[in-house]
């Protein structure tokens, strides 16, 4: 069974950082198909960071250079870090995955305050 379940979220001020946690299922962090989406309240759900089939990493313009993805292999774990957070990064933060299909955890809140 595919599980994906994020925690780290929160509410933090303009300029601070938060880390995101995505615990996955073995089969389908290993298919190096995981990656963090978020959606904002009334748009939809967009790509925010990424690994690719290649190992390389894909950033959405507007976090790139403030927001890090990573991985741990030994806890099937994917990391978002996110610094200089913005009022505008305010979203429920996805961690999504396709194996056959696409596959999300539950979500997680973060919001920034101006």
């Known amino acids: 069974q595919v599980q994906l379940v994020e925690s780290g979220g929160g509410l933090v001020q303009a300029g601070g950082s938060l880390r995101l946690s995505c615990a996955a299922s073995?089969?389908?962090?290993?298919?190096?198909?995981v990656g963090w989406y978020r959606q904002a309240s009334g748009k939809q759900r967009e790509l925010v960071a990424a690994f690719t089939s290649a190992g390389t990493t894909n950033y959405a313009d507007s976090v790139k250079g403030r927001f890090t993805i990573s991985r741990d292999n030994a806890k099937n774990t994917v990391y978002l870090q996110m610094n200089s957070l913005k009022p505008e990064d305010t979203a429920v933060y996805y961690c999504?995955?396709?194996?056959?299909?696409?596959?999300w955890g539950q979500g997680t809140q973060v919001t920034v305050s101006s």
């Open positions: 073995r089969s389908i962090f290993s298919a190096n198909a």
């Open positions: 999504g995955g396709s194996l056959g299909k696409m596959y």
